[in-house]
T-cell receptor, first 114, second 112 residues
Framework: DQQVKQNSPSLSVQEGRISILNCDYT??????FLWYKKYPAEGPTFLIS?????DKNEDGRFTVFLNKSAKHLSLHIVPSQPGDSAVYFC?????????????FGRGTSLIVHP | DAGVTQSPTHLIKTRGQQVTLRCSPK?????VSWYQQALGQGPQFIFQ???????QRGNFPDRFSGHQFPNYSSELNVNALLLGDSALYLC???????????FGPGTRLTVL
């Protein structure tokens, strides 16, 4: 049973428009959420995170929104650029008392067209 | 400053064999985690090493074992390989006092 779900395998967006990537989770113990970006032949790169005490975190063009009651988070990229084309993984971790251990979704492949 | 490095890049083994994968963390990082990423899936946590001890472990059988050396580099060993062990194996390191994980490019293991 997947605890972190990314139901859209792919998303296609025009350059300059907004990209919205969605993620749902089932484990109510999760309290720390992350987004990673992965290019082919490279490892995932940390993008942005959010703690369960917040409902929004912003970093430049990237904003993550958390809706705890719906167990849903989303990543907004505005404006989208062709270099944003990559696979985006949503991940979530419960409190561990030490270094977090994320559970990953299956990823969403974002393609930004020039 | 080199990032996380992993060797080898690709590896082909047959069922029943044993394999060792290697990881060198970023300079200054003391925690190393290993993940398995099967085709079409997200990375799945195998275990984490800190101060040469296994600190946490995911839902993987004992065929998967690891080691961390005094210089913080790490090895992942898999015994009695199964076809289902074919995957990309990712290593991630973290600096002291933070949770941000920096991933290497991975080792692609194919079991025939």
């Amino acid at each position: 049973d997947q605890q972190v779900k990314q139901n859209s395998p792919s998303l296609s967006v025009q350059e300059g428009r907004i990209s919205i990537l969605n993620c749902d989770y089932t484990n109510s113990m999760f309290d720390y959420f992350l987004w990673y970006k992965k290019y082919p032949a490279e490892g995932p790169t940390f993008l942005i995170s959010i703690s369960s005490i917040k409902d929004k975190n912003e970093d430049g063009r990237f904003t993550v929104f958390l809706n705890k009651s719906a167990k849903h988070l989303s990543l907004h990229i505005v404006p989208s650029q062709p270099g944003d084309s990559a696979v985006y993984f949503c991940a979530a971790s419960p409190p561990t008392g030490g270094s977090y251990i994320p559970t990953f979704g299956r990823g969403t492949s974002l393609i930004v067209h020039p | 400053d080199a990032g996380v490095t992993q060797s080898p890049t690709h590896l082909i083994k047959t069922r029943g064999q044993q394999v060792t994968l290697r990881c060198s963390p970023k300079s200054g990082h003391d925690t190393v985690s290993w993940y398995q990423q099967a085709l079409g899936q997200g990375p799945q946590f195998i275990f984490q090493y800190y101060e040469e001890e296994e600190r946490q472990r995911g839902n993987f059988p004992d065929r998967f074992s690891g080691h961390q050396f005094p210089n913080y580099s790490s090895e992942l060993n898999v015994n009695a390989l199964l076809l289902g062990d074919s995957a990309l194996y990712l290593c991630a390191s973290s600096p002291p006092g933070t949770d941000t994980q920096y991933f290497g490019p991975g080792t692609r293991l194919t079991v025939l």
